[in-house]
Structure formats: C-alpha cells, structure tokens
C-alpha cells in the first residue's frame, strides 16, 4: 500500500485572552475655580500598542475622561483629561502572534473630594490573534478506496490600516461661550465589494454639550462615511476614532461647529478555499487503521445592520415633577450578549445617557440606563453560529413628567456573523493483516436512512462504483430502511 500526503493549512482568528483593567486618576481641580458638583461624566479607552510575548500581551494606552461640573462660583464647566496605562493581561500568546485588541469601556464612576475629582474607568480588553493550524491529509492511496469531501479551509491576512477624515459644519443656532463635552462614535454599516477592494461605509455619531447665550443646550448628529480598502477577498473590517477635534467659527451670533474626526479601519482579508480532503478509507484485501484530525474553525461570512426602537422609564425619588430637559449626550452603548437562533439575531445590552435639565432656575443632572433586549430575523443564521456586535444611540429624547422620566431611542446595531464548523479528515492510515476471501457470489445489506453509497461500499467490502452499477436505481440518503443487495464476481486461486 502506498500513501503520499500533502499539507493541510487553515486558520482563524481566535480570543486568546481576556480582562479588565480599572484606570484611575486624580484631578485636582482648585486651579480651575474648584468643583461643587458633578453633572456628567464618560470615558474612552485607546490603545497605543500591543506587543506579544510569552504567555501574556502587553498592552499600553490611555483613558479619555470627559467630565461636566459645576464649580464653586455655580458656574458650568467642562473638564478633558487623559491618563496612560500599561498592563500585562495574561492568555494563550506567542511572541511572535499579532496581536488584535477589541477594547471598550464598561463602567465609568467620579467623586470629589476637597476639589478632587477621582476618575476610575473599567476598560475591558479581548486579545485575538490569527490561530495558525497546519497538519497533513491523505492525497494519493493505491490499494485502498478513500471517500473525499469537500471542505472549506480558511486563510487570514491582515489588511493594511487606512485612517482618513471625515468633517462636517454645523450651526448651533447661538453664541457659544464654551464646549463642555465633545464625543464621537463610529459604527461600520456596510461592507460591499467594489472595483478596487471593499467599499465601507458607516456613520461618526457625534455628541455636543456647550454652553451658550440660552444656558446649557445639547446637539446630536450622524457624519455618513465612505471609504475605498484594499481587498482582494471578503473584508472583517472594525472602524475606531483615531482623533476628533470641534473649532468653533462663524457670526458670533450664530457659531457654527467644525467636527473633523480620523477614522481608522483594520481587520482581516478573509481567503475562503475549496479543498478535497480524504475523509474515511478502506481496503477490499487488508484490515486498516484510520486515524482522523479534527480542526475547530470559525470564518466571518458576512454582517447585517439594523434599527431598533427601545424605550424605557426611569422613576426616582429625588426626580422632578416636571422638568425642561436641556442636553442628553449617550455616553456609551455595551452589548452584553449577541446571540443566535434559528434565523433570528437576538442583542441584549445597555445604553448609558446623562441628562441635563433646568428644575426650576436650578440646572441639575441623572445620569440613566437604557436596557434593551432586540430580536430581528436573519435568514440563515443558525444557533452554532458565533455573533459580535457594536451599536449605537440615535434620536435620543428624555421626557419628565410626573417624577418618571419616559426614554425613546433608536438603536443602530452591526452584528458580525461567524459560521463555526470542523474540518475532518484521515491524517494517518495503517496497514494491518490481510481480510478473509469472500467468496459469496452476492451479500445482503439493510440500508438505514442515514446510510451513503460510501457506508454501504464499505460495510460490503466493494468499490462503491461496483455498489452503484448493481443497483442503479438506489439513492442516498433513503426515507427508510430498505435491503439492498450487491453482486460479486466469484474469486478463485
């Protein structure tokens, strides 16, 4: 018997660590005019590098910290500051994995103290790394019948980072005397193939707070982006905030805001390949052992984006009866679980807003959690497939009445779509002693209906050809069990 084998390449990308840094820091605010009250607070992680090592991935960054107070003259103010970090998170690396980092911030909390602001942000950290697998199959067997499938096989490439700007102008309708909170976030809404590589287009969510002639007042907008990649296959692209900058110009009557925001894109180019692989053999003269490789594998397939309605009411004690709502930047939105079913996607998260409003001639603040729980049907999508997803808020409104606080928004969600499946096939066969002659002119055997014209070759002992031209009129897989029987040509000495 004589085997010749080739090699069996596929890969995918993997979390191969996971964890939650808290940053804190301390501002020191009497220089600013000292700080009374706190009235919104929000916080961003960037990540500067990722280098691996040994057993652990070293990650170095900052954390973003927009804060909105009123200080000891009851004057509004609005607060940036920035503190780095560097952490080691401990996974499954190699030194010389690239490294993947999907980061965002999950809490965000303030107190003073003696006009200090303590800062703390929960940044949480996925590590991925392409998961390189190799190993080697069956290509060409003399003496034994192999059953050969088709079987797709995955190849990751990197795709070169692009980072472009995206601006637009837009009139605050007043006299601007100061910014008090700038925010953006960008959402990927589609991915299409195109003459030169993938086209991406998406939307920069943009959130204002500023203080003006009429007191504090809030605006909200979407930038639309398009953007041209290189691609040669299907594109897993993420979009991240690179740097934002708002300049106020225009008539001092009427300022108009100058938001200039650098995206950047990464990801991966994902080469799908069709590849025979050797799956189940036999011999008809020889007892053989088969030994099988198995290959977990995951392969992004595609995205979809939708809008969702979601509302919520928020009661508490120390709310208003009636109030004139004035700004409600979303800090952020986290999605706590993506999760498939047969057809459908189902997103569970939740939003995170401050609202500025006027009791009375008081100018006050709550910050307020949107839960939402949303279920949209996708034909094809099936409960082993893998989800991850990114949203945001638009159209955000806050409405006060009665001591309930009434919330409506619009939920704009991405949901990546990963199939999960395995790759099987024969990596080894040995030869063993030689079978007993059959002589039996024709054998019975009773076809279950799960049964292929291989498992009934193989149960008989005959080329599955020679199963298929004595009974030309059998098809695969059967509705029920039935006999079937095969003829064979008598041997002699």
Same mark, same amino acid.
């Given at each position: 018997?004589?085997?010749?084998?080739?090699?069996?390449?596929?890969?995918?990308?993997?979390?191969?660590?996971?964890?939650?840094?808290?940053?804190?820091?301390?501002?020191?605010?009497?220089?600013?005019?000292?700080? +009374?009250?706190?009235?919104?607070?929000?916080?961003?992680? +960037?990540?500067?590098?990722?280098?691996?090592?040994?057993?652990?991935?070293?990650?170095?960054? +900052?954390?973003?910290?927009?804060?909105?107070?009123?200080?000891?003259?009851?004057?509004?103010?609005?607060?940036?500051?920035?503190?780095?970090?560097?952490?080691?998170?401990?996974?499954?690396?190699?030194?010389?994995?690239?490294?993947?980092?999907?980061?965002?911030?999950?809490?965000?909390?303030?107190?003073?103290?003696?006009?200090?602001?303590?800062?703390?942000?929960?940044?949480?950290?996925? @590590?991925?790394?392409?998961?390189?697998?190799?190993?080697?199959?069956?290509?060409?067997?003399?003496?034994?019948?192999?059953?050969?499938?088709?079987?797709?096989?995955?190849?990751?490439?990197?795709?070169?980072?692009?980072?472009?700007?995206?601006?637009?102008?837009?009139?605050?309708?007043?006299?601007?005397?100061?910014?008090?909170?700038?925010?953006?976030?960008?959402?990927?809404?589609?991915?299409?193939?195109?003459?030169?590589?993938?086209?991406?287009?998406?939307?920069?969510?943009?959130?204002?707070?500023?203080?003006?002639?009429?007191?504090?007042?809030?605006?909200?907008?979407? @930038?639309?982006?398009?953007?041209?990649?290189?691609?040669?296959?299907?594109?897993?692209?993420?979009?991240?905030?690179?740097?934002?900058?708002?300049?106020?110009?225009?008539?001092?009557?009427?300022?108009?805001?100058?938001?200039?925001?650098?995206?950047?894109?990464?990801?991966?180019?994902?080469?799908?390949?069709?590849?025979?692989?050797?799956?189940?053999?036999?011999?008809?003269?020889?007892? @053989?052992?088969?030994?099988?490789?198995?290959? #977990?594998?995951?392969?992004?397939?595609?995205?979809?984006?939708?809008?969702?309605?979601?509302?919520?009411?928020?009661?508490?004690?120390?709310?208003?009866?009636?109030?004139?709502? !004035?700004?409600? #930047?979303?800090?952020?939105?986290?999605?706590?679980?993506?999760?498939?079913?047969?057809?459908?996607?189902?997103?569970?998260?939740?939003?995170?807003?401050?609202?500025?409003?006027?009791?009375?001639?008081?100018?006050?603040?709550?910050?307020?959690?949107?839960?939402?729980?949303?279920?949209?049907?996708?034909?094809?999508?099936?409960?082993?497939?893998?989800?991850?997803?990114?949203? !945001?808020?638009?159209?955000?409104?806050?409405?006060?009445?009665?001591?309930?606080?009434?919330?409506?928004?619009?939920? +704009?969600?991405?949901?990546?779509?990963?199939?999960?499946?395995?790759?099987?096939?024969?990596?080894?066969?040995?030869?063993?002693?030689?079978?007993?002659?059959?002589?039996?002119?024709?054998?019975?055997?009773?076809?279950? #209906?799960?049964?292929?014209?291989?498992?009934?070759?193989?149960?008989?002992?005959?080329?599955?050809?020679?199963?298929?031209?004595?009974?030309?009129?059998?098809?695969?897989?059967?509705?029920?069990?039935?006999?079937?029987?095969?003829?064979?040509?008598?041997?002699?000495?």
């Amino acid at each position: 018997m004589e085997l010749s084998y080739k090699d069996l390449i596929n890969n995918c990308v993997i979390d191969c660590a996971h964890d939650q840094l808290a940053v804190t820091c301390s501002v020191d605010t009497k220089d600013r005019g000292g700080v +009374k009250k706190l009235l919104g607070l929000s916080a961003e992680c +960037k990540v500067y590098t990722a280098e691996a090592m040994k057993g652990e991935a070293k990650i170095t960054g +900052k954390a973003c910290y927009k804060v909105i107070y009123i200080d000891r003259d009851n004057k509004t103010a609005g607060l940036d500051y920035f503190c780095d970090f560097s952490e080691s998170i401990v996974g499954d690396i190699a030194p010389q994995d690239i490294l993947n980092v999907c980061h965002s911030v999950v809490d965000v909390s303030g107190r003073i103290e003696d006009d200090v602001i303590t800062l703390t942000a929960i940044c949480d950290f996925v @590590i991925k790394v392409i998961g390189k697998h190799s190993g080697k199959t069956i290509d060409v067997a003399n003496e034994i019948y192999t059953n050969r499938e088709l079987q797709e096989t995955v190849e990751l490439s990197p795709l070169k980072e692009d980072t472009f700007e995206v601006s637009v102008e837009e009139e605050s309708g007043t006299s601007v005397d100061k910014v008090l909170y700038f925010g953006t976030t960008p959402l990927i809404t589609a991915v299409t193939k195109s003459d030169v590589g993938a086209l991406v287009e998406g939307v920069v969510q943009t959130e204002i707070v500023y203080l003006g002639e009429n007191g504090v007042r809030g605006k909200s907008f979407g @930038i639309p982006f398009s953007e041209e990649i290189e691609a040669d296959n299907l594109a897993d692209v993420k979009a991240t905030i690179k740097n934002s900058r708002l300049v106020l110009s225009g008539d001092s009557a009427n300022n108009v805001f100058e938001v200039e925001v650098f995206v950047t894109l990464s990801g991966y180019d994902v080469a799908v390949r069709d590849v025979e692989l050797v799956v189940d053999a036999f011999s008809p003269e020889k007892q @053989i052992e088969v030994t099988h490789d198995f290959l #977990p594998c995951k392969r992004y397939v595609g995205s979809k984006t939708f809008d969702f309605p979601v509302s919520t009411e928020v009661e508490g004690d120390s709310l208003p009866d009636n109030a004139t709502v !004035l700004a409600t #930047p979303v800090l952020r939105v986290n999605i706590a679980n993506a999760l498939a079913g047969e057809n459908e996607v189902t997103l569970e998260g939740l939003a995170v807003a401050t609202i500025l409003y006027m009791n009375e001639d008081r100018l006050d603040s709550v910050q307020v959690e949107l839960p939402f729980s949303v279920t949209e049907k996708v034909d094809g999508i099936t409960p082993t497939d893998t989800l991850t997803a990114k949203a !945001l808020i638009t159209d955000f409104t806050a409405t006060f009445m009665s001591g309930i606080i009434t919330l409506r928004a619009m939920l +704009k969600a991405r949901v990546c779509i990963y199939k999960t499946y395995s790759l099987k096939w024969v990596s080894q066969v040995k030869e063993g002693e030689e079978k007993p002659r059959n002589n039996s002119g024709i054998s019975i055997y009773y076809v279950n #209906p799960a049964d292929s014209i291989w498992d009934i070759a193989k149960a008989v002992n005959m080329s599955p050809e020679e199963v298929e031209s004595t009974n030309p009129e059998l098809t695969t897989p059967t509705n029920e069990t039935r006999r079937v029987i095969v003829y064979r040509k008598r041997q002699t000495e």
